[in-house]
């Protein structure tokens, strides 16, 4: 089994920065992909970003395209996502998602087995 922890959630202000880290307790997860969503409360999770654990290719939402970041470090097993530029609509529980495997529909929640226990990021304005 795969589990995955996240840190670095917080409060922050508007137009301020935050980076999320989220690491993967499996040595060879690297294979597969690790992604971000968000949910505000009674909204759905949405996709946020995704990363290809191989080779550091990435997708975004429209919404956060511009102002998000998303990256990897393999030998640590670990991926953050560098959220500038924050918005008030950002504010959610963030969540990590990883896979194993790769996936076409990498923009899907079905795509991702292990996901961590979410963390909460406010910004205030």
């Known amino acids: 089994q795969v589990q995955l922890v996240e840190s670095g959630g917080g409060l922050v202000q508007a137009g301020g920065s935050l980076r999320l880290s989220c690491e993967a307790s499996?040595?060879?997860?690297?294979?597969?992909?690790m992604a971000w969503f968000r949910q505000a409360p009674g909204k759905d999770s949405a996709f946020v970003a995704v990363?290809?654990?191989?080779?550091?290719?990435?997708n975004y939402s429209d919404s956060v395209r511009g102002r998000f970041t998303i990256s990897r470090d393999n030998a640590k097993n670990t991926v953050y996502l560098q959220m500038n530029s924050l918005k008030a609509e950002d504010t959610a529980v963030y969540y990590c998602?990883?896979?194993?495997?790769?996936?076409?529909?990498?923009?899907?929640?079905?795509?991702?087995?292990?996901w961590g226990p979410g963390t909460q990021v406010t910004v205030s304005s």
């Open positions: 499996e040595r060879t997860f690297s294979g597969g992909a």
């Open positions: 990363i290809a654990l191989s080779d550091g290719t990435t």
């Open positions: 998602a990883g896979s194993r495997t790769s996936s076409t529909y990498w923009y899907a929640r079905r795509a991702y087995p292990y």
